[in-house]
């Protein structure tokens, strides 16, 4: 069973359009994240979620918003899609969000905006 | 703030060869210090990690070695194979104050290596 899983792996749009990628674990985790990857590798963190809370919430554009509609799920919408928002998004999940624990990452949705 | 500095590649080898890859950290507090790698086309996940000083991370082959004097975390396989070829991602995690145990990532080292 995959542990962290993404839908789709692949989103090819047009600027302007509205988007969705869906999130799942099913590790039991409390803890989730969305993490967006650009072209030269460097990730940067998004969003994270604690039970369904929000915990961390980066400098990122009003168009992002998250959704958890429980722990094990977190979603990201995307309004008005950019050229700029071109990139591969993670979700990942951690059992807390205060000690040092693994961090299991899903494979990734590779979003092209046309 | 906290920070993670690595090497920056891309670095090539040949099969066999030793690999190191610099990592350096910033830290208010007691990091926990983690490596971690991407294939192709995958997600991360972790290779190794170190909860306090002195403290050496090992997975299949790796090692790194938690140096509070020199705030480092340096990656190391005494002999890489073309498997290894992969992206590598020094990280710390805080978790204490504010940062809610977040990583911090370095930009990634981008490993190839040849037969």
């Known amino acids: 069973d995959t542990a962290v899983s993404q839908t789709p792996k692949y989103l090819v749009t047009q600027m302007g359009n509205d988007k969705s990628i869906k999130c799942e674990q099913n590790l039991g985790h409390d803890t989730m994240y969305w993490y967006k990857q650009d072209s030269k590798k460097f990730l940067k963190i998004m969003f994270s979620y604690n039970n369904k809370e929000l915990i961390i919430n980066e400098t990122v554009p009003n168009r992002f918003s998250p959704k958890s509609p429980d722990k094990a799920h977190l979603n990201l919408h995307i309004n008005s899609l950019e050229l700029g928002d071109s990139a591969v998004y993670f979700c990942?999940?951690?059992?807390?969000?205060?000690?040092?624990?693994?961090?299991?990452f899903g494979p990734g949705t590779r979003l092209t905006v046309t | 703030g906290d920070s993670v500095t690595q090497m920056e590649g891309p670095v090539t080898l040949s099969e066999e060869a030793f690999l190191t890859i610099n990592c350096t950290y910033t830290a208010t507090g007691y990091p926990s210090l983690f490596w971690y790698v991407q294939y192709p086309g995958e997600g991360l996940q972790l290779l190794l990690k170190?909860?306090?000083?002195?403290d050496k991370g090992s997975n299949k082959g790796f090692e790194a070695t938690y140096r509070k004097e020199t705030t480092s975390f340096h990656l190391e396989k005494g002999s890489v194979q073309v498997s290894d070829s992969a992206v590598y991602f020094c990280?710390?995690?805080?978790?204490?104050?504010?940062?809610?145990?977040?990583?911090?990532f370095g930009r990634g080292t981008q490993l190839t290596v040849w037969p």
């Open positions: 990942a999940s951690s059992q807390g969000s205060g000690g040092p624990y693994e961090q299991y």
């Open positions: 170190a909860t306090k000083a002195d």
């Open positions: 990280a710390l995690s805080d978790p204490r104050g504010s940062t809610l145990g977040r990583l911090y």
